[in-house]
């Protein structure tokens, strides 16, 4: 099975700065692809694949000089999820949802680039991270690194770069504990089991709203284009990005602990988006992270050999 490890990078100013080129370039690219597909397709009513996009990467590489120097599996990875992009506008199409056809992409809406294949693009050297055309990066690993390593993104987040490694590793069943428990989640208690016991709701939105409001108060206030600006917004990310952070270590810890001690974990099986647009809970239940919960246990359960039972809540 497939499972990523994330580490904190620490480039360089000189590296941070060939990483941002490149993250632009690629994000140029992506555009051009987009825009490439879907000129076709409204002015010769044709359309453009996978395959002839990857074709055109030498040729990128040949007439672009900020693409001469990435490599050339960077820029395969971007018209790949380009392609899943459209394979998800199509499947959405097909399903009568709402279709959402690929959106061209900002400055601040293009965030990483990939490396498919280990030792061809990158690699570990020692205690850093060796990425070609960057050069060696150094990285914290807070955790050992296992599995085989097969790909590689490179990911920026609130003024931050981190790696993420997709490794293949095998799954580390548990023994069986012979226990079984249902589990209730809620607004007022985050978790309430069958046997009786409870998991507040620490509110990590609500408890930090008050100096977000601050944070976004300042962005308002400031003038776009301008350094103080990008400073006020880079303030904010960081403040969402903490929450987000507190959020999953907690239900991450909580998600172990049921894995540990039961065989069978049943839950309701809530349409959260549904149960969202009530405008007086909406925050509430976002807040709760109920979705990353049921998404993480049933991918720790599938981990360690236990079973999830998701159940209608009629």
């Known amino acids: 099975m497939l499972k990523t490890f994330c580490y904190r ?51 990128q590489k040949a007439t ?18 380009l392609d899943k992009a459209f394979q998800a506008f199509f499947r959405r199409v097909k399903a009568g949802e709402n279709p959402g056809y690929p959106r061209f992409k900002g400055r601040d ?9 280990y ?22 690993w807070h955790r050992p690194l296992a599995g085989q390593i097969k790909t590689a993104r490179v990911v920026s ?22 226990q079984e428990v249902g589990v209730d989640v809620g607004v007022a208690s985050l978790l309430t089991q069958s046997d009786g016991k ?36 880079l303030a904010l990310q960081r403040q969402h990005e903490r929450i987000g952070n507190r959020r999953k270590d907690f ?7 049921l894995i540990e001690r039961y065989d069978r974990i049943a839950l309701e099986d809530l349409r959260i988006t549904n149960m969202a647009r009530n405008p007086h809970l909406a925050k509430s239940i976002l807040d709760a992270g109920w979705g990353y919960l049921v998404q993480h246990l049933t991918s720790k359960a599938e981990e360690a050999g236990r079973v999830v039972c998701l159940v209608d809540p009629r």
């Not at 992506?30 to 597909?37: F, H, I, K, T």
């Not at 570990?124 to 150094?138: E, H, N, T, Y």
């Not at 939105?205 to 400073?231: A, H, I, T």
């Open 9 to 59: 990078l620490y480039p360089s100013k000189p590296q941070r700065k060939r990483l941002d080129s490149t993250l632009e370039t690629c994000r140029r690219w992506y555009n051009q692809c987009l825009a490439e597909r879907r000129d076709a397709y409204q002015q010769h009513g044709t359309s453009v694949g996978k395959y002839q996009q990857l074709a055109k990467v030498k040729e």
């Open 64 to 81: 672009n000089p900020y693409a001469k120097g990435i490599h050339s599996h960077v820029l395969q990875v971007v018209v790949a999820d």
């Open 109 to 117: 809406r293009f965030s990483s680039l990939g490396f498919k294949e």
């Open 119 to 140: 030792a061809n693009g990158f690699k570990i050297d020692g205690r850093r991270l060796r990425l070609s055309g960057i050069g060696r990066v150094a990285v914290r």
């Open 157 to 178: 987040r609130a003024g931050q770069w981190y790696a993420c490694f997709a490794c293949e590793v095998e799954a580390a069943k548990q023994i069986a504990t012979g």
């Open 198 to 233: 409870k998991v507040a709701n620490p509110r990590w939105y609500r408890v930090e709203q008050r100096k977000l409001r601050v944070l976004q108060r300042r962005v308002s206030r400031r003038k776009k284009g301008r350094k103080n600006r990008r400073k006020a917004v």
């Open 251 to 257: 239900l991450n810890k909580l998600v172990s602990g």
